[in-house]
């Protein structure tokens, strides 16, 4: 069975904002109710009990798509109905968080961290980027965005990814059973990758060890991807020079932790990719797969149920 020349498409939940309904007509999808759909879009963050009640209820929707690059929260919903096709925003919002991750980078090398706290003048610090050993764990359209921002640089860089291939503009690709070779002696470690069980707390206190003195660190990711407390201690010891933080754990990052005090730390609050920047990125995408729905071509980010993500 081929999808319609103007595929019948459900918006859900109720109520949901003015650009999911805008972007599924402009590619050319019929907007319907649930029972009488072939495909949904999906766009509640984390309404996993809400989607799976529409999917146990609409057995006929044959393809979901979801607003946002990191699936964690309906990894269970989706390998439930793995029988259904699922997209998601995967590298959509590659672009705004590679600038946010490289503004981290420079900002911790060059110490603007501490001298935005400072209040007098005082002496010069810092490091610049260029030929520095960036480590980036993920492989995906983040990393690769950042890839091409670092080029000016001539940075050395490293790529840990769960399958290994070569990679324009990068000095080594490693799996992830390499990680620890991946981060020895690494100046910069960015983390752009999924969560998955296997990538809860991938730096910790041994992992912070083995980078290179005065190291940066930057999260764009997920906050499980570190331990905190390890990162904590870290900072506060001089074992790591700096900490670039968009997300953290736990997240929200509560009033009075030690992060937002610590002069090495930069904690931004998930806004590597805020909805000025989002919405325009996300309609373009649903727009681009229910007009490839509709011509049955390839649907863009598509997320494996085994791997989740």
Same mark, same amino acid.
């Given at each position: 069975?081929?999808?319609?020349?103007?595929?019948?498409?459900?918006?859900?939940?109720?109520?949901?904002?003015?650009?999911?309904?805008?972007?599924?007509?402009?590619?050319?999808?019929?907007?319907?109710?649930?029972? #009488?759909?072939?495909?949904?879009?999906?766009?509640?963050?984390?309404?996993?009990?809400?989607? +799976?009640?529409?999917?146990?209820?609409?057995?006929?929707?044959?393809?979901?798509? !979801?607003?946002?690059?990191?699936?964690?929260?309906?990894? /269970?919903?989706? +390998?439930?109905?793995?029988?259904?096709?699922?997209?998601?925003?995967?590298?959509?919002?590659?672009?705004?968080?590679?600038?946010?991750?490289?503004? $981290?980078?420079?900002?911790? $090398?060059?110490?603007? #961290?501490?001298?935005?706290?400072?209040?007098?003048?005082?002496?010069?610090?810092?490091?610049?980027?260029? @030929?520095?050993?960036?480590?980036?764990?993920?492989?995906?359209?983040?990393? &690769?965005?950042?890839?091409?921002?670092?080029?000016?640089? @001539?940075?050395?860089?490293?790529?840990?990814?769960?399958?290994?291939?070569?990679?324009?503009?990068?000095? +080594?690709?490693?799996?992830? &059973?390499?990680? #620890?070779?991946? $981060?020895?002696?690494?100046?910069?470690?960015?983390?752009?990758?999924?969560?998955?069980?296997?990538?809860? =707390?991938?730096?910790?206190?041994?992992?912070? =060890?083995?980078?290179?003195? /005065?190291?940066?660190?930057?999260?764009?990711? +997920?906050?499980?991807?570190?331990?905190?407390?390890?990162?904590?201690?870290?900072?506060?010891?001089?074992?790591?020079?700096?900490?670039?933080? /968009?997300?953290?754990?736990?997240?929200?990052?509560? #009033?009075? @932790?030690?992060?937002?005090?610590?002069?090495?730390?930069?904690?931004?609050?998930?806004?590597?990719?805020?909805?000025?920047?989002?919405?325009?990125? !996300?309609?373009?995408?649903?727009?681009?797969?229910?007009?490839?729905?509709?011509?049955?071509?390839?649907? !863009? =980010?598509?997320? /494996?149920?085994?791997?989740?993500?």
């Amino acid at each position: 069975m081929t999808p319609a020349a103007s595929p019948p498409i459900a918006v859900l939940p109720a109520g949901t904002r003015e650009f999911a309904t805008a972007a599924v007509e402009a590619g050319g999808g019929r907007l319907v109710d649930p029972g #009488d759909a072939e495909a949904l879009v999906w766009t509640a963050v984390s309404d996993r009990d809400g989607l +799976r009640a529409v999917l146990d209820e609409n057995p006929q929707l044959r393809w979901v798509q !979801l607003p946002f690059a990191g699936v964690e929260p309906y990894v /269970d919903v989706i +390998r439930g109905h793995a029988e259904r096709t699922w997209t998601c925003a995967k590298g959509v919002y590659a672009d705004p968080v590679a600038e946010h991750a490289l503004a $981290l980078t420079l900002a911790g $090398l060059r110490q603007l #961290d501490r001298y935005a706290r400072k209040q007098r003048w005082s002496r010069g610090r810092g490091r610049n980027l260029y @030929h520095a050993k960036v480590t980036i764990l993920g492989g995906g359209g983040i990393a &690769e965005s950042l890839i091409g921002l670092l080029a000016p640089f @001539h940075c050395e860089v490293t790529v840990v990814r769960r399958t290994p291939q070569a990679m324009a503009g990068v000095a +080594r690709v490693l799996p992830a &059973e390499e990680t #620890d070779e991946s $981060l020895s002696g690494a100046e910069v470690v960015v983390l752009a990758l999924p969560l998955t069980p296997e990538t809860v =707390g991938v730096i910790d206190a041994r992992r912070l =060890g083995l980078l290179a003195a /005065d190291a940066c660190l930057v999260n764009v990711a +997920r906050g499980r991807h570190v331990v905190t407390d390890d990162v904590v201690e870290a900072l506060r010891s001089g074992g790591l020079g700096s900490a670039g933080l /968009d997300v953290t754990d736990p997240e929200p990052l509560p #009033d009075g @932790h030690v992060l937002w005090t610590l002069p090495n730390a930069i904690v931004t609050p998930h806004t590597a990719n805020t909805p000025e920047m989002a919405l325009p990125l !996300l309609s373009g995408r649903v727009t681009e797969n229910v007009r490839r729905w509709a011509a049955a071509e390839p649907l !863009l =980010g598509p997320v /494996d149920p085994a791997a989740g993500y």
